[in-house]
């Protein structure tokens, strides 16, 4: 008789780094596509406000196919149903692209953040000292994330959201959830994926 044996898969400290990067950061990407793909149309089809024309007047040079999506958003009198049902959706198009921009752009942003906090801290000297002023840093960085993303939250409040009206918990949930996810990724990789030379099993930064 042949006796079964187990393999036990042990991974090297910088794969379960990189599969907690990619896990957290990969759901602060994820959630807002899937509520914005999936729930948006689900809930608030229709319900979303006039941004187009504030984005054709940008100084900024954009590319005709845009241009021409931004024209299709407007609604005038006098428009047949099928008319009216394509501006809709393509001012529906345009909201989703431009909350989608704005968050992702909020997580890019919170992400080089904790990134340049890691590398600042990959091969520190006097490693004890080291350990400190990371948690100091830490916190300080936790704060500056989540202004970044409070700021970006509220420029996307005052560009288009406070124009929609009848407002419901599924607005804010597609619309800001978002920038409640990307401290919180943040913080995950902090405490989680910090480097070897100030983690530990019971340390402040735990080690993978």
């Not at 001012?91 to 968050?103: N, Q, T």
């Not at 607005?171 to 996810?181: K, S």
Request: with cysteine; net charge positive; glycine share 8%.
């Amino acid at each position: 008789m042949l006796k079964k044996t187990r393999f036990h898969i042990q991974y090297h400290n910088r794969t379960k780094v990189l599969l907690c990067y990619l896990l957290a950061w990969g759901l602060a990407i994820l959630l807002p596509y899937l509520g914005l793909a999936w729930l948006y149309p689900y809930k608030l089809a229709g319900a979303a406000p006039e941004v187009s024309q504030s984005l054709l007047g940008l100084p900024v040079a954009l590319p005709d196919t845009v241009e021409q999506l931004l024209q299709t958003t407007a609604i005038t009198q006098g428009m047949d149903q099928t008319a009216l049902l394509a501006a809709m959706e393509a001012r529906d198009l345009v909201w989703r692209y431009v909350v989608g921009g704005v968050v992702g752009l909020a997580a890019l942003l919170s992400l080089l953040w904790q990134l340049l906090w890691r590398v600042k801290y990959m091969r520190p000297k006097q490693a004890a000292r080291a350990a400190m002023r990371a948690v100091a840093d830490y916190r300080v960085s936790m704060v500056g994330i989540i202004a970044v993303n409070a700021v970006f939250a509220l420029a996307l409040y005052l560009f288009g959201v406070r124009w929609i009206g009848g407002r419901t918990g599924w607005d804010y949930l597609v619309y800001f959830g978002g920038f409640v996810i990307n401290p919180l990724a943040a913080m995950v990789c902090f405490r989680l994926a910090a480097p070897p030379a100030i983690s530990g099993k019971h340390s402040f930064f735990v080690r993978l």
